[in-house]
């Protein structure tokens, strides 16, 4: 089924780093959403963005809508040994329910 | 806890066995969605409901998949005649109908088909 491209598949890097990924779409989406999943367990939600341009926070996370509707990014500062976990990128496209899903950011921090 | 469950939590079956996996909703939403997730890939859409109306189906919900949503609560997805190729996270999410709706996922029921 559809996907969205998500990079960079996986990232390897020490405590404390800033970390950065991005999502993008061949069609354009009304709502962008980040989840992370820890093994075993259903996706959390982090940030939700639902108009080009916005930025948002949440404590050390930082999501963007792209300009163009057909990406976003999620940055992470400082980052802390809980921080490890596999990240989601989601859209919805105007009109849809069902959020289509990115391949998935694979986070290891070593200590 | 008032987040979305989902029972079981995993569940081990022998190919050619019927399954059912329960997702009760955070209590005041109105939409229910089920997808599926294989290792290494995001999840995948397979159905959703708006009180007990099925109002989406993907292509990926073969004749072997029900859903049901009897009372717009509770919602059942049965699997008939498994197949090995059905083990996977069945992920439950729910959400209110607004115009900034956000889902919220369950931990979601683990398949084995062997």
């Known amino acids: 089924g559809q996907q969205l491209n998500q990079s960079p598949q996986s990232m390897f890097i020490q405590e404390g780093e800033d970390v950065s990924m991005n999502c993008t779409s061949s069609s354009i989406f009304n709502t962008w959403l980040w989840y992370k999943q820890d093994p075993g367990e259903g996706p959390v939600l982090l940030i939700a963005?639902?108009?080009?341009?916005e930025l948002t926070s949440n404590g050390r996370l930082t999501a963007q809508f792209g300009i163009t509707r057909k990406d976003s990014f999620l940055n992470i500062s400082a980052s802390i040994p809980s921080d490890v976990g596999i990240y989601f990128c989601?859209?919805?496209?105007?009109?849809?329910?069902?959020?289509?899903f990115g391949q998935g950011t694979r986070l290891t921090i070593n200590p | 806890d008032t987040g979305v469950s989902q029972n079981p939590r995993h569940k081990i079956t022998k190919r050619g066995q019927n399954v059912t996996f329960r997702c009760d909703p955070i209590?005041?939403?109105?939409?229910l969605y089920w997808y599926r997730q294989t290792l290494g890939q995001g999840p995948e859409f397979l159905t959703y409901?708006?009180?007990?109306?099925?109002?989406?189906k993907s292509r990926l919900l073969s004749d072997r998949f029900s859903a049901e949503r009897p009372k717009g609560s509770f919602s059942t997805l049965e699997i008939q005649r498994t197949e090995q190729g059905d083990s996977a996270m069945y992920l439950c999410a729910s959400s209110l109908a607004t115009g900034r709706e956000t889902q919220y996922f369950g931990p979601g029921t683990r398949l084995l088909v062997l």
């Open positions: 989601a859209g919805r496209a105007q009109g849809a329910q069902k959020l289509v």
């Open positions: 209590s005041e939403h109105n939409r």
């Open positions: 963005l639902y108009k080009a341009g």
């Open positions: 409901f708006q009180n007990e109306a099925q109002l989406e």
